[in-house]
């Protein structure tokens, strides 16, 4: 295509965390989805643990989020900037459908100015007790 995206991802040779692998490897399916959209030519995966919490980031490099839409963003069907996300609908479903996930993890989504130019989405997701199951 005329628009060729380069996805990179940076984590440690092996991670195991006691989660919802199926739900999250929805939730960040849909992170990248969305920087797909939004990107230039270049999206960032990072994936690390800290402090008993993992840590999903995705970063891409097209025009980013505007700080007063941060708290928006993740609610269903937000549309932040019409002009632009008249075609596509806006941030619809998918980032909703990350928080609905991270929620039920008991962790917390974020996005905030990537280093590359655009946004820098995040969840975080702590480690979970054997008996907070679905």
């Known amino acids: 295509s005329d628009n060729d ?3 990179n991802l940076s984590m440690p040779p092996s991670i195991m965390w006691h989660c919802d692998g199926h ?3 929805r939730a960040s399916q849909n992170y990248i989805t969305n920087a797909l959209r939004y990107a230039k030519s270049r999206i960032v995966v990072n994936v690390h643990i800290t402090k008993s919490c993992l840590h999903i980031d995705v970063e891409d490099d097209g025009e980013g989020v505007k700080e007063q839409d941060y708290e ?3 609610k269903a069907f ?3 900037n ?3 996300n008249k075609a596509d609908g806006g941030f619809g479903l998918g980032l909703a459908i990350v928080n609905r996930i991270v929620d039920w993890h008991q962790g917390q989504c ?3 100015r990537s280093e590359l130019g655009g946004a820098k989405f995040t969840m ?3 480690k979970m007790t054997p ?3 679905v």
């Open 72 to 74: 928006q963003v993740f």
């Open 131 to 133: 008996h907070h199951t």
């Open 110 to 112: 974020m996005v905030a």
């Open 82 to 84: 019409e002009s632009r």
């Open 23 to 25: 739900l999250i490897e």
């Open 78 to 80: 937000s549309r932040i």
């Open 124 to 126: 975080v997701i702590p």
């Open 5 to 7: 995206i380069a996805i």
